[in-house]
């Protein structure tokens, strides 16, 4: 409340933060959301794509919780072994640290953009796309093994519960079609911001970047809840 | 006070490297804790909250700092922000319902007790 008062004594002409400011976004005759318009609708995307993966996991829930028979370990299933002892869980936890790693090129990436810097933004996301790209070729090796080597299947699996597969390929299918179309998005952006497409055509405005990082975050983001409901339950 | 160390026009979101890298670190050790988990086996009470508290803390950074909402203008991060919340009322009957579809399972096929026991 104090930066409140303050920007109003100093007069500077900020509107108000806080609650007030929610207000004031909304009632007055002007524009609600005091944010360029592609990040606005990115925001308004994400929040619906939220509630597409939302209903996704809850019909997991739901499954998961109404199946009579043993649900599979996710713990075993997932395990991988080098030469060893399987290690559980081994190659989700390091297709997280690959996308944690992506995230954190992305919000360099617009960082750099921001400050102009287009040598250093456009290889940070292409750097982010190459993970990216890391990161689906490993769920496709997982696919792989669990359909040619744990006969795991939308409709049934030698492991328990049939509706593992389906809630499994589903989930995971889903997100990766995300990622996938993130590798694209990312590859596009970088391409105009290194042929200077925003300094012809938008001023020199690299929002654009920060739009696309909005989207890979959101991918990362639904990886977390994938990652604690679906494996680690 | 809070907008003074920030460079803001127009949703213009400029901050210094070191916040981005802390939290990126932040996120590698909080995953690490999330793995640690499975890992070591931890059960029950103590592993779902150790798992729901390590995830919301990771989407809380990612969502906030990665996608700057934490220095959004309220108007905007109530109207992304808000709305997911309906899902907990969603989660709330799903659950419900479940428990109702698991007893009349039991009931029509086969024996309850049997079953019961193989879902633990």
């Known amino acids: ?233 | 006070m809070a907008h003074a160390e920030v460079t803001q026009v127009e949703g213009h979101q400029q901050h210094p490297l070191g916040i981005y890298l802390g939290v990126w670190l932040l996120l590698f050790v909080l995953s690490g804790f999330s793995y640690a988990v499975d890992y070591f086996q931890l059960q029950g009470l103590l592993r779902w909250s150790l798992i729901i508290l390590f995830m919301l803390l990771k989407a809380g950074f990612i969502i906030g700092i990665f996608m700057h909402m934490a220095w959004e203008r309220l108007a905007l991060i109530s109207a992304i922000l808000l709305p997911p919340l309906c899902l907990l009322i969603f989660i709330g009957l799903m659950a419900t319902e479940a428990d109702y579809t698991f007893l009349a399972r039991l009931v029509a096929f086969g024996p309850a007790a049997e079953i019961a026991e193989a879902h633990h």
């Not at chain 1, 360029?36 to 990115?42: F, L, V």
């Not at chain 1, 921001?114 to 769920?139: E, I, N, P």
């Not at chain 1, 405005?205 to 639904?222: A, K, P, Q």
Request: some cysteine; glycine content about 10%; proline content about 4%.
């Open chain 1, 1 to 233: 409340m104090t930066e409140e008062t303050l920007a109003v004594s100093t007069g500077i002409g900020a509107d108000p933060s806080g609650l007030k400011g929610v207000v004031t976004d909304w009632s007055h005759d002007k524009q609600a959301f005091q944010v360029p318009w592609g990040k606005a609708m990115m925001w308004i995307f994400l929040l619906s794509d939220t509630f597409i993966f939302s209903c996704f996991l809850l019909g997991y829930m739901h499954v998961r919780m109404t199946t009579t028979v043993p649900w599979p370990i996710p713990s075993e299933v997932f395990a991988l072994s080098f030469g060893g002892d399987p290690i559980p869980l081994i190659l989700i936890a390091i297709m997280t640290f690959v996308l944690i790693t992506s995230s954190g090129t992305m919000a360099l990436a617009v960082n750099y953009g921001y400050r102009k810097d287009k040598k250093k933004t456009v290889l940070l996301m292409l750097a982010t796309a190459a993970l990216g790209v890391m990161f689906v070729s490993m769920q496709a090796f997982e696919w792989t093994k669990l359909i040619m080597d744990e006969g795991v299947r939308p409709w049934g699996n030698p492991m328990g519960a049939a509706q593992f597969g389906s809630a499994f390929f589903m989930i995971t299918g889903f997100h990766g079609l995300h990622v996938s179309a993130g590798v694209i998005y990312l590859i596009v952006v970088a391409r105009r911001v290194g042929t200077g497409y925003y300094d012809r055509h938008r001023g020199g405005n690299y929002e654009m970047v920060e739009i696309t990082g909005l989207y890979w975050h959101f991918v990362d983001l639904v990886w977390v809840f994938i990652f604690a409901f679906f494996y680690l339950w």
